[in-house]
């Protein structure tokens, strides 16, 4: 998974090509590159390491055009180095090619190309491309590439640019995303919106075999066959301050202190506290068939899969529909019993995932209902869904998942309450009970940021630790997981998240006097009993910080820290005690210099399996 940006037009291509890239680095950051053309010439930069290396190498040896194709790279082929970096091109230098995804029978046409004398200068799946397309160029770029891609199998966005027809970009999309920017005598490609927002908020987001010709005029979309195909140009409303740090450190920060703003906007417009009424326009599942879900499996990757799991109490408590919740990359190679009355929920910020894509369309396959909550609009699995709410969070940057969580539990929220009502589950009281509690949140998050500093003083005692344990129960269960993922991919410290009532079969035996425990100990059906892990966690030395509500009085003299948030009921909780955790984890990560929006290892859109 990686990031592709291209430009034709009248502008220095390298200089937006770089700012879109800039955008696009949280996609992957190991290497980077740009190829333009100039005087029927192409023109390669390649740098390994961040893109600011990038950067440095345009300053040392500047170029300007008014075509080129840029990228920014998570290896999945071939190690980070220079030579694996894109742009790749033919050993004749004609044609250069940005390719985000991969090419599953590389091996195979590699084979078959190295037999008719074809030397391979990376060790990348996507060098094939290139060279395939080279074989099949006579005086037509878009036939060579529609040659090629009849021989290839995989996943794959495209920038393609050949010296010898330097007004067009060839642009194809398979099974990852790319989004075309329409501009005014200048147009644009990119692998997702914030990159193209500072010049165009019009845009078109091909499908899954589209091949697209763009030059500075004009953009034409034709299928494998050479058909046109017309789509729609969509405006997106997102503003380009939304996309920016605003004048945090960080966009994981700035990402943290916004989610008063996304949960209210997520459910603006669906629910109506005072007349107890929950609409949720896009969803358009029959009364009918409401009534006679057996079942619903909800399934997901990382952070979306936490809130699925936080979900599922919802599910079962509100509308009585027994609810599982999977790993996508697990369910999608399992003989899941499916059936038409079972309702299948897709979590996923970006739409991209490729395991959760793979879920949706085998769940398709068995006939049932499939639900996305999604937050790019125009995503693959926005698109292949039948019903889509939308988490209105903007852009997510930081690689670590924080407002996407927060939008998605709000989502899930209102879903099982809609269910539950028109299943004729809840009586009118309760539900604008659970509608007030949520109505009420945001300000609730809000009260708790203008205090936050004393989460950084806990940080800074527990910075140097190398494990650490989260604990929950019940709807919070799953907040201990999302603190441990959260603290484990942008600080590097391990950290494992239980089951508070599931210490004592195993896990208590790593607990000693240099272990930090973060307990989530908020009021409700389970409090007891997690009052009574923590004093087991405790009498074997554990250092407990609890994250509890601030009307309780107890807490105190049980635990070593406390980390008091505004109450809650404890349904709509794990949107108020995740926030605590999320900045543990981001203020220990910047103790640490570690990359906060740029994890090591990471993407942000996972679109490869
Ligand atoms: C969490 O912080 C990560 N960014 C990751 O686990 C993420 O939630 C996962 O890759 C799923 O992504 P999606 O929501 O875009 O499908």
Known sequence: MCGIFGYIGEKNAVDIIFKGLKKLEYRGYDSAGIAVVVD???HIRRSVGKLCNLGLSLKENPISANIGIGHTRWATHGRPSKKNAHPHTDSAKTVVIVHNGIIENYVELKAELQKDGQEFKSETDTEVITHLIKKYYEDNLFCA???TLSRVRGSYALGIVSKDEPDKIICVRQDAPLIIGVGVGENFMASDIPALLSYTRDMIFLE?????EITAEKIVIKNIKGDIINREIKNIRWDTVQAEKNGYKHFMLKEIFEQPRT?????????YPDEGRVYIEEVKLEKEYIKNISNIYIVACGTSYHSGLVSKFLFESFAKIPTEVDIASEFRYRDVILDEKTLVVVVSQSGETADTLAALRLAKTKGCQILAVCNVVGSS???EAMHVIYTHCGPEIGVASTKAFTGQVTALYILALDLACKREILTIGELKKYLKELWEIPLKINKFLKNAKFVHDIAKVF???RDFLYLGRHINYPVALEGALKI???SYIHAEGYAAGEMKHGPIALIDKSMPIVAIVIKGRIYEKIISNIEEAKARGGIIIAVADQSDKEIGNKSDYVI???????FVSPLMTVIPLQLLAYYISVILSCDVDQPRNLAKSVTVE
Do not use: H, M, W
Not at 208 to 212: L, W
Not at 264 to 270: A, K, N, Q, V
Not at 564 to 570: Q, R
């Open 40 to 42: 029927k010439e192409l």
């Open 145 to 147: 590439v529609q040659k």
């Open 208 to 212: 899954n075999g589209d091949i697209a």
């Open 263 to 271: 949960i209210e906007d997520t459910f603006r417009g669906r629910i």
């Open 381 to 383: 699995i926005s698109r």
């Open 463 to 465: 910075a140097s630790k």
């Open 488 to 490: 484990k991919e942008i």
């Open 564 to 570: 008091y948030v505004p109450e809650t009921d404890e």
